[in-house]
């Protein structure tokens, strides 16, 4: 149990358009889940608490217009590149938090999508 | 500042060797200290440790807390290639914004 998805894998697009990626608990309800960005050879990047039926809450430095997250329901959230340059290319990884009671893990982890802007 | 120290930040051994990667933590509203594996996607969850001195064990890999020294060690007893990852630590901080905070990761290369 557990399962988180991840939606799509991978995407190229082109500079100037948006991109959604889509974040989904298979088999439980997720209040919060969290968005990661992380570049090569680097460490998970916290950018966003997300919170079902709130709004999310950004860490310092994360552009919240850019970068547009929508917790829609228990089991999906959802992240928008709005306008993608370059440098938003990036591997973004989602989590979800399980329900209180479960004992051994904190979040559990999509599959993550690899961006790629040109 | 909450912060996670990992150490070393690379490591390179032969197949059949023991490594011991370190993490040492400052965080406030420490709930749990947690160890994932990352190859080429996701970190893969290995241990969640939450009380001093109770080992957490999975074949070959092994993980202790000291939360009076506040650190963490995990062990992999007789590496193999497939060992060769990323193991990044983190701790969970249970505050108003509670969150994962994340070491650097200790990049593992395990030769034949």
């Known amino acids: 149990g557990a399962v988180v998805s991840q939606h799509p894998s991978r995407v190229i697009c082109k500079s100037g358009t948006s991109v959604k990626i889509e974040c989904r608990s298979l088999d439980f309800q997720a209040t919060t889940m969290f968005w990661y960005r992380q570049f090569p050879k680097k460490s998970l990047m916290l950018m966003a608490t997300?919170?079902?039926?709130?709004?999310?809450?950004?860490e310092q430095g994360v552009e919240k217009d850019k970068f547009l997250i929508n917790h829609a329901s228990l089991t999906l959230s959802t992240l928008t590149v709005t306008s993608a340059h370059p440098e938003d290319s990036s591997f973004y990884i989602c989590?979800?938090?399980?329900?209180?009671?479960?004992?051994?893990?904190?979040?559990?982890f999509g599959p993550g999508t690899r961006l790629t802007v040109l | 500042e909450d912060k996670v120290v990992q150490s070393p930040l690379s490591l390179v051994v032969h197949e059949g060797d023991t490594v011991t990667l370190n993490c040492s933590y400052e965080v406030t509203n420490f709930r749990s200290l947690l160890w994932y594996k990352q190859e080429k996607k996701a970190p893969t969850f290995l241990f969640m440790l939450t009380s001093s001195g109770i080992e957490k064990k999975s074949g070959r890999l092994s993980s202790i807390l000291d939360k009076k020294e506040l650190f963490s060690i995990l062990n992999i007893t007789a590496t193999q290639t497939g060992d060769s990852a990323v193991y990044l630590c983190?701790?969970?901080?249970?505050?108003?914004?509670?969150?994962?905070?994340w070491g650097l990761g200790t990049s593992l290369a395990v030769n034949p």
């Open positions: 989590s979800a938090e399980p329900p209180s009671g479960f004992s051994y893990n904190e979040q559990f």
């Open positions: 983190a701790v969970y901080n249970a505050g108003n914004n509670r969150k994962l905070i």
């Open positions: 997300s919170n079902e039926g709130s709004k999310a809450t950004y």
